[in-house]
């Protein structure tokens, strides 16, 4: 993945990500997980629960992204169980026994 820089005269692009306190804010750098925000879970971009979804007309207008799970879990999102299987059994395990993850 690239990161170069706009050449002189175009427009530097920007992305608009979820902050750990689940607020946009701008990014020159896009985000590294998506998330759909009713759900309150996040997942890897390439997800295909996710894809199966947007494929079908769904999930586009509540879809948010994130800089990385640090931030996704700060702001108050979960695993995804189909792409992130790991993730989401630690977050269950921890969710069961009362401790924060």
Not at 1 to 17: F, K, N, T
Not at 26 to 48: A, F, M, Q, V, W
Request: charged share 25%; proline share 9%; with cysteine.
């Amino acid at each position: 993945m690239s990161h170069a820089r706009p050449v002189s005269g175009e427009p530097e692009r920007a992305y608009i990500l979820l902050g750990p306190d689940g607020r946009p804010c701008r990014s020159p750098i896009p985000g590294t997980l998506g998330g759909h925000r009713r759900g309150r879970l996040y997942g890897r971009l390439d997800c295909p629960s996710a894809l199966r979804a947007i494929a079908r007309g769904h999930y586009v207008e509540n879809r948010v992204f994130f800089a990385d799970e640090t931030t996704a879990i700060a702001a108050g999102f979960r695993p995804c169980a189909v792409c992130l299987p790991a993730e989401y059994a630690r977050w269950k395990a921890n969710r069961e026994s009362g401790t924060a993850s």
